[in-house]
Every structure is written in structure tokens, then in C-alpha cells.
Nanobody, 118 residues
Framework: QVQLVESGGGLVQAGDSLRLSCAASGRTVDIYYMGWFRRVLGKDREFVAIIRWSSAITSYADSVKGRFTISRDNAKNAVYLNMNSLKPEDTAVYYC???????????WGQGTQVTVSS
């Protein structure tokens, strides 16, 4: 199995920046995508950003496009989420996840809390 360890969450003010990190361990040979998702209190989990492992092609949710940047370090089996111009509505638990070439996200991190005050 793949284990994901996240870090970087915290409490910040609106307009601040934050960087989340996620490192994968275990059976990482089949990782094809790594992505970030978030769950706002009282809402369903939603897609934030995804990166293809080999080509670094990325995709973003409209709500974060232009403010968030996903990147990867294949040698470290790590993915990062740089968050700029944070808004109170970005407050959520953020999760990283991996998927094989099938696109099914089968491994998830424990989540890290990001809280943005106005």
C-alpha cells in the first residue's frame, strides 16, 4: 500500500500564503497522478488540483486557479501545494491522494487543517 504524510497546515490571515507538502512511501511505483482535495465543514470533499507524475501537466479547480500551484518532486515521491492570496472560504481540511494510470484515487492522506481568518 501507499502511505501519505502531509504537513504545512495552520492558521493564517486572509491574503497570506501557505505551502502544503505530502510525501508518499510504500509501493509508490504505480503512482501516475497525485492530487490535492479539500473538505469544507458541512460540504462534500472537492477537487483542488492534480498533477501528472511524468509530464507535470496540471489541472485546477476554478475556485483556486491563479492562486494555488501544484508541483511535484518525483525523486522524493512528494507533491506540494503553494497557496497564495488565501481567503476565508479556503478554510478546509486538505487531503493529498494518489492514483495509478486508471485514475482511481485509492490512497489518501490523513488531512491537514487550513484555517484562514478575515
Amino acid at each position: 500500500q501507499v502511505q501519505l504524510v502531509e504537513s504545512g497546515g495552520g492558521l493564517v490571515q486572509a491574503g497570506d500564503s501557505l505551502r502544503l507538502s505530502c510525501a508518499a512511501s510504500g509501493r509508490t511505483v504505480d503512482i501516475y497522478y497525485m492530487g490535492w482535495f479539500r473538505r469544507v465543514l458541512g460540504k462534500d470533499r472537492e477537487f483542488v488540483a492534480i498533477i501528472r507524475w511524468s509530464s507535470a501537466i496540471t489541472s485546477y479547480a476554478d475556485s483556486v486557479k491563479g492562486r494555488f500551484t501544484i508541483s511535484r518532486d518525483n525523486a522524493k515521491n512528494a507533491v506540494y501545494l503553494n497557496m497564495n492570496s488565501l481567503k476565508p472560504e479556503d478554510t478546509a481540511v486538505y487531503y493529498c491522494a494518489t492514483a495509478p494510470i486508471s485514475g482511481r484515487y485509492e490512497y489518501w492522506g490523513q488531512g491537514t487543517q487550513v484555517t484562514v481568518s478575515s
